[in-house]
């Protein structure tokens, strides 16, 4: 498995070991002993996959508190456009993203810690997208930032968007609460 670093610290994007044949191709999708060594955590208590069709921008969330999650996500099927935006005041990256293609073909996965806003938009007809959450959810911890925040300027490469009502109501950046401070 290979393990890139991003421009921000803290986010990673991995490659897993792919073996591929005329049958298709098999990866171990987490193997808690190889992901240790390389920084996650060592458990993951929820799971979750969403199925999108093409347009659709889930995010930008996020919880706060005993409830903050970690995320490792990858796509099952089709392409997304994920993205982690950087909400720890203090942060000399605060307010930056990084965007990453992840799809069935490519295999990879992103790592984003505690302290991140996330999202996704589907690239392809369809996507499965699933991530493992280091935390359960929690509807009281959870918070969110305006996906379509100029101040963010992501370019989530879908036009017309479709969003649910939610994510359309949450804040700027700029009214978000200090619910992360940074520290190294």
Not at 43 to 60: A, H, K, P, Y
Not at 113 to 133: D, I, N, R, T, W
Not at 164 to 169: R, V, Y
Request: a negative charge; charged letters at 25%; one cysteine or more.
């Amino acid at each position: 498995m290979q393990v890139s670093r991003t421009q921000i610290e803290g986010l990673l994007l991995i490659q897993p070991d792919v073996y591929r044949d005329q049958r298709g191709y098999f990866f171990e999708q987490y193997r808690r002993d190889r992901y240790e060594q390389i920084g996650l955590p060592a458990e993951f208590v929820q799971d979750n996959c969403s199925c999108s069709r093409q347009g659709t921008v889930r995010g930008l969330h996020y919880q706060i508190g005993a409830s903050a999650q970690g995320k490792l996500t990858t796509v099952l099927y089709g392409r997304v456009l994920d993205v982690a935006v950087d909400v720890r005041f203090g942060s000399p990256t605060f307010g930056e993203h990084v965007a990453v293609e992840l799809s069935n073909e490519n295999c990879l996965q992103f790592w984003i810690p505690p302290g991140f806003a996330h999202g996704f938009s589907v690239l392809s007809e369809v996507a499965v997208f699933s991530y493992k959450c280091t935390s359960l959810y929690s509807k009281e911890d959870e918070r969110s930032v305006l996906f379509s925040d100029p101040d963010l300027g992501i370019d989530w490469k879908v036009t017309n968007p479709i969003v649910s009502a939610k994510d359309l109501a949450a804040p700027r950046l700029r009214s978000i609460e200090r619910d992360y401070v940074y520290s190294r």
